[in-house]
């Protein structure tokens, strides 16, 4: 964990060179570091927070680096929650890096991939799932992905992982009652919520299936490229690439082991296997390549089948089809700048023509490629989770299983509570806060206490 | 040299418990009260134990404690509470003899050797270089003692309300000690005000008994301890069953004007979980009725009380809505119920010892601290008890995990978490009540007992034989399978299963343990709840492993950047030991947590 300490320094736009750079800082300090470096014409940035400056960007020795803009932030109304300040500054990187270097020789500390958010987080500014949304963002690849995870989406899932939570202590308070007040249980009936947690557990489990749906959004949609030897997969790939990505010959059984690329198709994520062509192989390495590259298929979220126009569809391909035809996308017929096909595919397979050399055929195949990964998202928003609260809202769900069931093969309650409390402690976890005097709130907000 | 090894100052369950426990230790002792007759009074109802509270009792039983014997010995009405539910939240509850409760309570601390009770009233403490070194009396007299235990109940600037009429005093008749609340407050120790309140007494005679509902004991009930023998020793008496009526709430709302919780002469603040019934009738305005438990005060007395009926409204409107209930239509009052505020310390400027921060070997202990109940106020005060005496031994300071005693959850929590209103024991405040059932509460707590020479080796003998008996008996049903042919589960598995009884397998066992009732309940208790108990044993482990940090006791926790001010206020009135029991304030948030963690790490490199 990155000490909560200091002063943080980093450059706030991508790397890189760009007309306008930004270079942020955070942590006490940093408006003596502003004041150190930044010298203004006309209005100071420390009289008048939260707005921009004009003035000379100057080292350390006061020697003038750049004409640019500052902005002071007074702590808490910033975006960490502590004092910050940020220079705008010309593109150049030599600029950049001269005033991050002169941050650093007054004190401050480069930050971690995150640290300005974790900071947000410690001080309050930011839930974990918001602080999480944020580092999710920076890290989409494509526009579908940011929707699904950004703040927008962070916020939804808060809100209902509260709303959840709720229910939870709702339940748990009624039981609790009635285990610490069996005095008072005349009073405590019509208390009674029978299905809520039924309700619940459908609830999360509903989430969790669209989660798990959206998730090739997250890790991309794998789709592996078949066919028999030197039936162009390699070529094809490289050309969805549109790079040189893998090694092309005329000799059949050239690509021996999987390889994988991402590519960005129509705002969705996929990411392409190149596998070994399927034959009786020719030497034990082949052979392992082979069986590697069927695993691959069988473990993708899809295949393209490829098979060579040229030469028709044969037997080994009909082998092939049968095998992977549950994952199979579409079959793909290569070299259509050879000519007319010396054979077709069966009926019933959706078929697409391609030439690698010409590029005909591909933009369709990529659009098909597109739509079908769209299919296959949930309907309604998309939400995409990270490992830690999928698992977290896995638990909250097993553990309302697990305690209906305890109940429902005769346990009393006490020992179904104890399911609950693990519930209620993974959603904590989830929005990362808990407060256990929560549940006495609610049982004597509810219930007539008396005896 | 003090005359005295300790001081205990107030004889009501706390101090009988403290007091009681120094002398054991060898300690010479002196208990001052106010009135020695006034000694283990039950100042409210007429009851010891309950849920949670009865899980208190035993374990205090287990630890040398008095309170599971007296009760048991004065008992005329004892009830398992919850018998359907599972063990770990099935609580002992009874009522006994009022009288004969605090004659036997004074009894056994005047038998105690070592043990002196005074008669007195304690104004201040005597300090020498910043210890406690005795107490002042009023009038000026001084006990000098190397530690003072204070358990002065409701007592500390106390004062009592009917209607409108107030009058200083901690409990019919007797005093308020406002001198030495006084006292407490120009030493800079931090109070809260709070309030309780107890309902009035009706006359045994003027209750038409046969129109209500009866509610006997157990036919054959379970003592608070084991060591109990013979019980029940009393005849044994019914309670009866009554309710509030429609006519009853419309009195109460008439008069609120007059009540003083809401005409707002009292600010104190009452427990949620004991509401008055003005509170009743305010707060729950959908609730057309409320059960009302008539418990009788003893075998000779003539005082009912009416559990449910706690009220400080004006003595006429009481004696006109009593009668507005059934079976009380004649009801003759005894003694008009009343509201008590009271002064506590705030319980975060004590340590786990309940040793006061500020001033060394001077320990605080009972409803001073901010609880309600007799069973919390012992359970303070023999913890309290354990403490001094150790420190007076130069010995290491008496500790138990949250998972191994409910003493251990109310010490932590009041510690910890600090008090809003009086603080009662629910077995849902133990994130591990399920391994903290009462039957093996002995084998959790008597060797440390045994250990500090407060429980006897007889009785130190009988729980190890027990437990020998016990683990004999669970190491057959593992191994022994059912008669008859085809599937044959072992008898753990048959017994596991939710309703099976015990008692059934009797004839397949020759053990003559398992013909004593509490043993066969144990065992049942051990077989079923094995799994989950495993579970929470993780579970415990894994909270004490994370939350092992110390933190160091002078720690400035408002020189750590990024802690809000409210949870450097509140880190800084608890001072939490550990960052575990930091985690337990309430505020306190898993990213201060954080925060803390990188603190006392870098305080561990300098």
Not at chain 1, 147 to 168: F, K
Not at chain 1, 241 to 257: F, I, K, N, S, Y
Not at chain 2, 438 to 462: C, F, I, K, Q
Not at chain 2, 497 to 517: C, H
Request: negative net charge.
């Amino acid at each position: 964990m990155p000490d909560p300490r200091g002063t943080l320094v980093a450059e706030a736009t991508p790397p890189g060179r760009g007309s306008l750079r930004v270079v942020r800082l955070s942590g006490e300090g940093a408006l003596a570091l502003l004041r150190a470096l930044f010298e203004p014409e006309g209005f100071a940035p420390w009289d008048h927070p939260r707005r921009l400056c004009l003035g000379t960007i100057q080292d350390q020795a006061g020697t003038a680096m750049d004409e640019g803009l500052a902005v002071y932030f007074a702590a808490p109304a910033s975006f960490t929650g502590e004092e910050m300040a940020e220079f705008q500054c010309h593109g150049s990187p030599g600029v950049v890096e001269a005033l991050k270097a002169a941050c650093v020789a007054l004190g401050a500390r480069p930050a971690l991939p995150g640290e300005f958010s974790f900071r947000a987080f410690l001080n309050g500014k930011l839930s974990l799932p918001d602080a999480e949304a944020v580092q999710a963002l920076t890290a989409c690849e494509t526009a579908l992905q940011a929707r699904a995870c950004g703040p927008e989406a962070a916020r939804g899932l808060s809100r209902r992982a509260a709303g959840w939570r709720d229910r939870l202590l709702d339940v748990m308070a009624s039981w609790e009652a009635r285990l610490d007040f069996p005095e008072d249980a005349p009073a405590l009936a019509g208390a009674e919520r029978a299905g809520a947690l039924a309700e619940l557990s459908a609830e999360l489990g509903e989430l969790l299936e669209a989660a798990g749906r959206a998730r090739p959004l997250r890790r991309g949609w794998r789709v592996a490229l078949c066919g028999p030897p030197n039936s162009g997969k390699s070529s094809l790939f490289n050309a969805l690439l549109q790079r040189e990505r893998a090694l092309v010959t005329p000799h059949p059984g050239t690509t021996r082991d999987v390889i994988e690329e991402a590519v960005d198709l129509e705002g969705l994520p996929v990411v392409l296997l190149d596998t070994a062509g399927v034959r009786a192989p020719g030497d034990p390495v082949e052979a392992l390549g082979i069986e590697r590259g069927l695993a691959a298929a069988r473990e993708a979220d899809g295949v393209l089948l490829l098979w060579d126009g040229s030469r028709g569809w044969d037997e080994e391909t009909q082998r092939l089809l049968e095998t992977l035809s549950e994952k199979l996308v579409a079959a793909v017929e290569t070299r259509a700048d050879l000519g007319p096909s010396a054979g077709d595919a069966p009926a019933g397979v959706p078929g697409f023509r391609v030439s690698n050399t010409t590029g005909e055929g591909l933009a369709a195949l990529a659009a098909h490629l597109a739509a079908w990964a769209r299919r296959t998202l949930p309907a309604g928003g998309l939400l995409l989770l990270n490992d830690r609260q999928l698992s977290a809202l896995a638990e909250a769900r097993r553990a309302c299983d697990g305690a209906e069931a305890l109940l429902a093969a005769g346990e009393s309650e006490e020992v179904a509570l104890q399911e609950l409390r693990a519930a209620r402690r993974a959603l904590d976890d989830l929005l990362g806060g808990s407060d256990p005097e929560a549940l006495y709130d609610r049982v004597f907000r509810a219930f007539c206490i008396g005896k | 040299m003090a005359r005295w090894d300790a001081v205990v100052v107030g004889g009501g369950h706390a101090g009988c418990e403290a007091a009681r426990l120094l002398s054991l230790r060898g300690l010479c002792t002196a208990l001052v009260t106010d009135r020695r007759e006034a000694i283990g009074r039950m100042s409210c109802n007429p009851s010891v134990g309950g849920v949670g509270k009865g899980h208190l009792v035993r374990e205090l039983d287990a630890l040398g404690g008095l309170m599971g014997k007296a009760a048991d010995r004065t008992g005329t009405h004892f009830r398992l509470l919850n018998a359907s539910k599972g063990p770990a939240v099935q609580g002992l509850r009874c009522q006994s003899d009022r009288d004969c409760y605090s004659r036997t309570v004074r009894g056994l601390v005047e038998a105690t050797p070592g043990l002196e009770v005074l008669e007195g009233r304690v104004a201040g403490l005597l300090l020498a270089g910043g210890r406690a070194a005795g107490v002042v009396l009023e009038g000026g007299g001084t006990i000098e003692a190397r530690a003072v235990v204070l358990t002065a109940g409701t007592f500390l600037g106390a004062e009592m309300h009917v209607g409108e009429e107030r009058t200083p005093g901690g409990r019919t008749g007797e005093f308020a000690a406002a001198a030495l609340s006084n006292f407490l407050k120009n030493m800079g120790v931090a109070m809260l005000r709070l309030k309780t309140g107890t309902p009035c007494r009706l006359h045994r005679d003027s209750i038409r008994w046969e129109t209500l509902e009866r509610q006997e004991g157990d036919p054959s009930p379970e003592p608070f301890s084991l060591q109990s023998a013979p019980f029940p020793v009393l005849p044994q008496m019914a309670c009866h069953l009554t309710r509030t009526t429609a006519a009853t709430a419309a009195l109460v709302r008439a008069n609120l004007h007059r009540s003083p919780l809401y005409a707002g002469a009292i600010r104190g603040v009452g427990p949620r979980y004991c509401p008055s019934l003005e509170d009743k009738v305010v707060r729950f305005p959908h609730h057309e009725t409320h059960q009302v438990f008539l418990e009788p005060d003893g075998l000779e007395s003539e005082e009912v009380y009416p559990n449910g009926l706690s009220t400080s409204l004006p003595r006429e409107v009481q004696e006109a809505l009593v009668r507005t209930l059934p079976g009380l239509e004649e009801a003759r009052l005894l003694r008009h119920g009343y509201a008590v505020e009271y002064d506590a310390v705030d319980p975060r400027q004590v340590t786990a010892s309940l040793e006061c921060r500020a001033f060394p070997g001077f320990y605080l202990a009972g409803q001073v601290l901010g609880t309600t109940g007799y069973e919390e106020a012992a359970a303070l005060g023999l913890w309290a008890g354990y403490n001094a005496a150790r420190a007076l031994r130069g010995e290491p300071p008496f500790r138990l995990r949250r998972d191994e005693a409910y003493l251990a959850v109310l010490v932590d929590d009041l510690v910890t978490r600090g008090v809003t209103e009086p603080y009662r024991m629910f077995t849902s405040r133990a994130e591990h009540r399920l391994l903290l059932d009462r039957h093996s509460a002995y084998r959790r707590l008597s060797a440390y007992g045994e250990a500090d020479g407060v429980v006897p080796a007889a009785e130190a003998a009988e729980v190890r034989d027990r437990e020998a008996a016990v683990e004999r008996i669970l190491r057959r049903l593992r191994a022994e399978r059912l008669p008859g042919t085809g599937e044959r589960p072992t008898l753990a598995a048959w017994l596991a299963r939710p309703g099976a009884d015990p008692a059934e397998l009797l004839p397949l066992l020759s053990e003559p343990a398992f013909e004593r009732r509490e043993v066969r309940e144990y065992v049942a208790s051990e077989v079923k709840g094995e799994g989950y108990r495993e579970r929470e044993r993780q579970e415990a482990r894994r909270i004490a492993r994370a939350g092992a940090t110390a933190l160091p006791a002078d720690l400035a926790y408002g020189a750590i950047p990024g802690l809000s001010r409210e949870v450097v206020e509140r880190l800084t009135a608890a001072r939490p030991e550990t960052l575990g029991q930091a985690a337990r304030i309430p505020g306190v948030t898993p990213a201060a947590l954080t925060l803390l963690r990188v603190a006392a790490a870098g305080r561990g490199r300098a």
